[in-house]
T-cell receptor, first 112, second 117 residues
Framework: KAGVTQTPRYLIKTRGQQVTLSCSPISGHRSVSWYQQTPGQGLQFLFEYFSETQRNKGNFPGRFSGRQFSNSRSEMNVSTLELGDSALYLC???????????FGPGTRLTVL | AQKVTQAQTEISVVEKEDVTLDCVYETRDTTYYLFWYKQPPSGELVFLIRRNSFDEQNEISGRYSWNFQKSTSSFNFTITASQVVDSAVYFCALSEARGGANSKLTFGKGITLSVRP
C-alpha cells in the first residue's frame, strides 16, 4: 500500500496570503488528522476529519480550516498568513479505532 | 488536560552504548494509549510502538524495549547497542481512547538523540 502523501512538500508564501495543503491518506483509511510542528511549540494537533466531518479540533485560530472529501482526501487552508505560521504541517491517517496514525512526509511552509 | 513531558532534550552517545529516553505523562482518563514515534531528518514520523493503559507488560522488539509503569506515569524507551542510524528525534505521545473513534495525539517536546561512531 502507498503511504500517506502530502503536496506540496515545500511552499513559500508572504504574509497576508492564503495557502492550501493537500493530504491523501492510505487507501482504506477514513480518518485524517493534521498537526503543526514548530521549533518553539513542538507538535500540536490541528484537527481530525472522519467521513467528511470534523470530529476534533485543536486550539488554533479560525484562520486554520480544513475539509475532507468523499474519497477521504483532505485539505487544510490557512488564510491571512502570519510569520508564525511557518512550520512543518504533518498529515496522518488511520483506521477507525486503531489508535495508530500513519504520518506523511509533511509540507514545509515558510512565510516571509 | 493531557500532558507529556520529555525532560531530556538532547542526548549524545557513542555507538554501541545503551540509551534510555524518558517519558512522563499526565491524564485524568483511565483508558488511554501511549506511543513512541521516531522522526529522522527527512521529517516523517515513524511509528515505533503503541501501548494501552491496561497493558503494563514491558515490550522488547529487537534492540528496542519499553518500560510502562502506571504507578509513576512513565513510559520509557531504551535502545540497546545504539547505532548511528538511531540518530533522530524521538517523541512520546498520549491519546485518550474513545470507543470507535480516533483521538488527537498529545506529543512531548521530543528528544534529539545523536549516536556518534
Amino acid at each position: 500500500k502507498a503511504g500517506v502523501t502530502q503536496t506540496p512538500r515545500y511552499l513559500i508564501k508572504t504574509r497576508g496570503q492564503q495557502v492550501t495543503l493537500s493530504c491523501s491518506p492510505i487507501s482504506g483509511h477514513r480518518s485524517v488528522s493534521w498537526y503543526q510542528q514548530t521549533p518553539g511549540q513542538g507538535l500540536q494537533f490541528l484537527f481530525e476529519y472522519f467521513s467528511e466531518t470534523q470530529r476534533n479540533k485543536g486550539n488554533f485560530p479560525g484562520r486554520f480550516s480544513g475539509r475532507q472529501f468523499s474519497n477521504s482526501r483532505s485539505e487544510m487552508n490557512v488564510s491571512t498568513l502570519e510569520l508564525g505560521d511557518s512550520a512543518l504541517y504533518l498529515c496522518a491517517s488511520s483506521l477507525v479505532a486503531s489508535g495508530r496514525e500513519f504520518f506523511g512526509p509533511g509540507t514545509r511552509l515558510t512565510v516571509l | 488536560a493531557q500532558k507529556v513531558t520529555q525532560a531530556q532534550t538532547e542526548i549524545s552517545v557513542v555507538e554501541k552504548e545503551d540509551v534510555t529516553l524518558d517519558c512522563v505523562y499526565e491524564t485524568r482518563d483511565t483508558t488511554y494509549y501511549l506511543f513512541w514515534y521516531k522522526q529522522p531528518p527527512s521529517g516523517e514520523l515513524v511509528f515505533l510502538i503503541r501501548r494501552n493503559s491496561f497493558d503494563e507488560q514491558n515490550e522488547i522488539s529487537g534492540r528496542y524495549s519499553w518500560n510502562f509503569q502506571k504507578s509513576t506515569s512513565s513510559f520509557n524507551f531504551t535502545i540497546t547497542a545504539s547505532q548511528v542510524v538511531d540518530s533522530a528525534v524521538y517523541f512520546c505521545a498520549l491519546s485518550e481512547a474513545r470507543g470507535g473513534a480516533n483521538s488527537k495525539l498529545t506529543f512531548g517536546k521530543g528528544i534529539t538523540l545523536s549516536v556518534r561512531p
